[in-house]
């Protein structure tokens, strides 16, 4: 069936590195695509998104990839730090006769080591 | 702007009973929507309320339910509460239009425990 889905389930990295996470997704008609990032015990927190008309969106220290040809999503995280340990999730929304429903990946758990 | 609030952010019940739970959007948005997140099936859409009129559904029993309110504010119900109903319930609102799609912001959420 239609889904979005994550490559790794947990990613470590050291504090200052760059940090990669990956979503696949496999609905074509997709509108767009949101990042979000989720504390322990808190609800997600969107952090950037992009439309599907766009390959690449840049926020504060964050960009996104959109690779419509192979259906990858990516999240990039410059110089990553503590407190970016979390869970980031990447979701789908395709709009119009579906309505605004988001559809969520697994989620990849990061871990910032200092 | 305040962000998304839910009410009560606990809740312990038994089996059986019902429950209702609240969400007020991000002023002036008009979409609100209901997510189940749990260890096991992460994170699950049950409904989309936009102007006071569901949407879109989920694939979740007729046990949940919800609505809005003229003012965007949004509860939802589950009646005869099983053990696996247990999760972290989630409201978003959107300031999406009618016929669109756009961003969603979280609460942060309903943490319900069914014993």
């Known amino acids: 069936g239609e889904s979005v889905g994550l490559h790794l389930p947990t990613l470590s990295v050291q504090e200052g590195d760059n940090s990669i996470i990956n979503c696949a997704y496999s609905?074509?008609?997709?509108?767009?695509f949101i990042w979000y990032k989720q504390e322990s015990g808190k609800g997600p927190q969107f952090i950037i998104d992009?439309?599907?008309?766009?390959d690449k969106r840049q926020g504060q220290r964050v960009t996104v990839l959109l690779n419509k040809t192979v259906k990858h999503l990516s999240l990039q995280i410059a110089a990553t730090q503590p407190g970016d340990s979390a869970v980031y999730f990447c979701?789908?929304?395709?709009?119009?006769?579906?309505?605004?429903?988001?559809?969520f990946g697994g989620g990849t758990r990061v871990l910032v080591k200092p | 702007k305040a962000g998304v609030t839910q009410t009560p952010r606990y809740l312990i019940k038994t089996r059986g009973q019902q429950v209702t739970l609240s969400c007020s959007p991000i002023?002036?948005?008009?979409?609100v929507s209901w997510y189940q997140q749990t260890p096991g099936q992460g994170l699950q859409f049950l409904f989309e309320?936009?102007?006071?009129?569901?949407?879109n559904k989920g694939n979740f029993p007729g046990r949940f339910s919800g609505r809005q309110f003229s003012n965007s504010r949004s509860e939802m119900n589950v009646s005869t509460l099983e053990l696996g109903d247990s999760a972290l319930y989630l409201c978003?609102?959107?300031?999406?239009?009618?016929?669109?799609?756009?961003?969603?912001?979280f609460g942060p959420g309903t943490r319900l425990t069914v014993l």
């Open positions: 992009i439309r599907s008309n766009m």
């Open positions: 309320y936009f102007s006071e009129t569901q949407r």
């Open positions: 979701a789908e929304i395709r709009g119009g006769a579906a309505g605004n429903k988001l559809t």
């Open positions: 978003a609102s959107s300031s999406v239009t009618s016929g669109g799609a756009d961003t969603q912001y």
């Open positions: 609905n074509s008609a997709s509108d767009y």
């Open positions: 002023s002036g948005h008009r979409s």
